[in-house]
């Protein structure tokens, strides 16, 4: 055979693979559309019972027929709908309703599964319809390996305000993505009183590896409760717990955080320099202003220019200052000072922030 006949051969396999694969891909498409098709009736039929019973016009029962004619992921995705448009005591109603109900009983059977993605449906059920009976489940389930099933679970914190739950969603803290790390704020902002004693507690540890990203975590939250314990990490000998803490303070308006800024200010690091500058500038307080133009003689040029940003949020007395700085002998601090005065009041509003 020659080479011709080859590369013929070859180029009619690839053409048969490629065209099952257009045909399995349409199937799919295809099987996709029939099989929603189906189910739009009983879904038509779930949302009207669900309207009806939030208007006290049918019984609860009838809901939970209509949720049991769903496949179970159909009644998850359903549920997670409807998770945001009813009221509390509506919502614990359902979930104490549905606990028995075989399907529900079959989803959270699947919490140790080796499947992760049978993980996922029971977490994102229980995320929703989860009582407090179901907190060790819960609790296995944000303890989960893989982040889709951990993320999924932690979704129940804004509903079950466990400490135990609450306990173990900070445990995760250390190993989570910056991003991930913000999602976790945004749900146990709902549990804060048991975030807020937790965060205590972790934050006393000054020896604990994990206290950097506890300390990012603290400063997320923005919560004046936690001053008291993120001000005596002003001295603490990792780089990055100094940056947080300095990062924190600066929404913590008091004269204590004054004082720790001010002598983060002149910290040798200039990461923590650049960030307690910048969080002297949010604070505003003039009794800082004499750190504020020093920084603008730092040897760092992100410093000086968080320090000249800083300045514009102190008023006339800031602007003063920078005026001086731009005549003054120093020609770094001369360069940041008519820069920034130089910005529009937008971009101040932007760079300051």
């Not at 320090?307 to 006339?316: D, H, K, Q």
């Amino acid at each position: 055979m020659s080479a011709r006949h080859v590369l013929a051969v070859v180029a009619l396999w690839q053409a048969g693979v490629f065209t099952v694969l257009i045909l399995l891909i349409l199937a799919n498409r295809w099987v996709g559309v029939a099989r929603r098709a189906r189910l739009r009736p009983r879904r038509q039929a779930l949302d009207a019972a669900m309207k009806d019973w939030a208007l006290n016009v049918r019984p609860l029962a009838e809901v939970v027929h209509a949720l049991a004619a769903l496949p179970p992921a159909a009644a998850v995705e359903a549920l997670v709908a409807w998770s945001a448009r009813l009221a509390g005591e509506r919502w614990t109603a359902l979930a104490a309703a549905l606990q028995q109900e075989p399907w529900v009983r079959r989803l959270r059977a699947g919490v140790p599964s080796r499947r992760w993605w049978t993980r996922l449906q029971a977490a994102r059920l229980l995320s929703i319809v989860g009582t407090p009976a179901d907190a060790p489940l819960l609790a296995q389930l944000l303890r989960d390996p893989h982040p889709a099933v951990h993320i999924a679970a932690a979704a129940a914190l804004t509903r079950l305000q466990q400490p135990e739950l609450v306990s173990v969603a900070l445990d995760r803290l250390a190993g989570l993505p910056s991003t991930v790390q913000a999602y976790y704020a945004s749900v146990l902002r709902h549990a804060r009183g048991n975030v807020v004693e937790g965060l205590r507690a972790r934050l006393a540890r000054r020896d604990d590896p994990a206290l950097p990203r506890i300390t990012e975590f603290a400063a997320r939250l923005e919560e004046p409760a936690l001053r008291g314990s993120l001000t005596p990490l002003a001295d603490h000998p990792h780089i990055d717990v100094r940056v947080q803490v300095a990062r924190a303070l600066g929404g913590f308006p008091h004269p204590a955080s004054v004082l720790a800024l001010g002598r983060l200010a002149r910290d040798p690091a200039w990461e923590v320099r650049a960030q307690a500058t910048r969080a002297l500038g949010r604070i505003a307080d003039p009794t800082a202003i004499p750190v504020m133009t020093a920084g603008l003689r730092d040897p760092v040029w992100w410093v000086r220019l968080r320090a000249a940003l800083g300045l514009t949020r102190f008023g006339e007395t800031g602007r003063d200052a920078l005026l001086q700085a731009e005549g003054g002998a120093d020609s770094d601090a001369r360069y940041v000072a008519r820069l920034v005065l130089g910005l529009s009041p937008q971009a101040l509003t932007e760079f300051a922030a």
